[in-house]
């Protein structure tokens, strides 16, 4: 096993757990580690914070509070559009690409269906959460120079 232990510029890959008021939102289990590069906001802060430090084998169990982890609800994000514009039959929950002015692309859920009104928002559907994650370190290796380059690992 290596000694090396949670830090910038290394490839991590953890097993979790992602609860939201006891209810599982996503988990690893099944699927195989994930792995990522840490110090690059590959993941959300707080576990990245958490897992800063920790060997292969450490297990973490954390609550992540909204502002360390996908923000704030934020109504500026909700934005108001007419049947017309979607040129589809909008179904709650749907998501949709919108192209923002600088060229950036946004997903956007449908959030709300009311006649012609469709309300779209651009919130990460965990914004305002706490989330509770059980974590264990799976393995850590030193990344290569390009993928400290790109920033993360494919």
Known sequence: MSDLTVAKDRVVAINYRLT?????VDSSHGRGPLNYLHGHANIVAGLERALEGRAAGDEVELDVPPEAGYGSRDDERLVQ???????FDPEVGTVVKAQLPDGREQHLMIAEVDGDQITLDGNHPLAGETLHFEVSV?????????????????
Not at 20 to 24: A, D, K, Q, T
Not at 81 to 87: E, K
Request: charged residues 40%; without cysteine.
């Open 138 to 154: 799976d393995s850590i290796r030193e990344a290569t120079p390009e993928e400290i380059e790109k920033g993360f690992i494919e």
């Open 20 to 24: 939201v008021e006891g209810s599982e």
């Open 81 to 87: 559009v007419t049947r017309d514009q979607l040129g």
